[in-house]
């Protein structure tokens, strides 16, 4: 057993090395399992809406909590650069054998390429089809080896642009993480193995996305006003507002509030507002469902610490 519990200890301290050194680059992230899931468990599990830290108690119809409580165990919206909340967050999580790192945030607005090769397609091939065919190159990049035998490719994109995530849409065997998802960490330990750098592409930053790819990779767009009228916010506000329409069922909220933090957090949240609900409404939710998702956004930008 003294074996068996050493282990556990040395691949945490090995992943918190290797969380701070990506927050030191930038990067946003979280403790992971070797499931690959976020080491956290949700402190909501157990309640029934009867909290009063939730913001919410008693009400059915309120949107989840994304870290306005104050507690951990929120997924990827508790990624931080922070190193003292780094280490905070996996002290309370030493079971920890991997980290996540957030796509979509700022500065790097990463976009993760999962090069999948659990479905028995050839992706590597898929992806060089569709550069032939949309006319892109991959440039020198970060490649992430995976213990199956995949590969991550990290890339960039504009500021301006939210690249949802997607499974196989592009092609089979092709995933994207966008925004509000995340890539595991070269270094991680999983239950099937590590996940590596590519000594290639250890010494390289990520490469910005090829335009014509990104032109795959976001929605196309739909206007959420009457009468086709553009959004608010400029081409930031649409991405914004593409990126909630392009929402399923079971992610409405979660990309409703992402869309409104970020929103928020560039001063245009106000003037987003109606256009947000009226998109949110397109995918479902109802009126008052999407502002409890919004202003719940807008507390926790208004009081969410600096990174």
Not at 109 to 136: M, P, Y
Request: glycine letters at 12%.
């Amino acid at each position: 057993m003294a074996t068996t519990d050493r282990f556990p200890r040395q691949a945490t301290t090995l992943a918190l090395a290797h969380a701070l050194s990506a927050a030191e680059r930038g990067l946003a992230v979280i403790p992971l399992s070797r499931t690959k899931l976020p080491a956290l468990r949700s402190p909501h599990r157990d309640e029934h809406h009867d909290d009063p830290r939730d913001g919410h108690a008693d009400d059915p119809a309120a949107p989840p909590c994304h870290g306005e409580c104050g507690r951990p165990g929120h997924g990827v919206y508790d990624a931080t650069t922070d190193p003292v909340r780094i280490r905070a967050l996996f002290a309370a999580a030493p079971w920890a054998t991997g980290y996540g790192i957030a796509c979509g945030l700022p500065p790097h607005h990463l976009i993760g390429v999962d090069l999948d090769t659990k479905s028995g397609t050839d992706s590597s091939a898929a992806l060089r089809e569709l550069a032939l065919r949309h006319l892109f190159t991959i440039p020198p990049t970060v490649v992430v080896l995976t213990p199956s035998g995949g590969r991550h490719l990290w890339l960039t994109g504009p500021p301006d642009v939210v690249v949802p995530n997607s499974a196989g849409r592009l092609a089979p065997g092709i995933d994207i993480r966008g925004a509000g998802g995340y890539l595991v960490g070269p270094g991680s330990r999983t239950a099937h193995g590590v996940y590596a750098a590519d000594p290639g592409s250890a010494h390289l930053p990520p490469a910005p996305c090829p335009p014509s790819l990104l032109r795959l990779l976001v929605p196309q767009p739909r206007s959420a006003r009457p009468g086709g009228q553009p959004p608010a916010g400029g081409a930031h506000g649409r991405g914004l507002i593409q990126f909630v329409l392009a929402a399923h069922e079971g992610q409405r909220n979660t990309r409703l509030f992402w869309a409104a933090c970020r929103a928020h957090e560039n001063g245009i949240g106000t003037e987003l507002t109606e256009d947000l609900i009226t998109a949110a409404v397109h995918t479902g939710l109802t009126a008052r469902e999407a502002r409890g998702t919004i202003a719940s956004a807008a507390r926790m930008t208004a009081h969410r610490p600096a990174p």
